[in-house]
């Protein structure tokens, strides 16, 4: 039997919410804009929106949504084991295969 035991990467306390219902939280990493934050519990809180402040000690702002759960001031906010995945790069400086005419 293989346990699937994902340690999930602390990112920070949520600090407070603001009046637009964005939750902000001082971190020591800084991660992608876009990625997908869970709880303790491993259910979607919501996805960075913006990253501001210094780069040694930035803040994130969450964006959430109705389809999260609620989140409160002291809990704190790990990255989802998801967000691993790389993106298929497109355009000019992406690998293709030549093709032959």
């Known amino acids: 039997m293989s ?7 602390e990112l920070g306390i949520i600090s407070h919410i603001t ?5 902000i939280v001082p971190s020591n990493k800084t991660p992608r804009i876009g990625s997908l ?6 259910q979607p809180i919501g996805k960075i929106h913006d990253i501001f402040g210094s780069t040694k000690k ?13 989140a409160n001031p002291g809990e704190i906010v790990y990255l989802s084991p998801q967000n691993k995945k790389r993106r298929i790069r497109h355009g000019r400086y992406s690998k293709k295969k030549k093709t032959i005419r």
């Open 3 to 9: 346990s699937n035991k994902v340690k999930l990467t």
């Open 19 to 23: 009046s637009t219902n964005k939750l």
């Open 37 to 42: 934050l869970v709880n303790a519990k491993k």
């Open 58 to 70: 930035p803040y994130i702002s969450i964006k959430t949504s109705n389809k999260f759960k609620k």
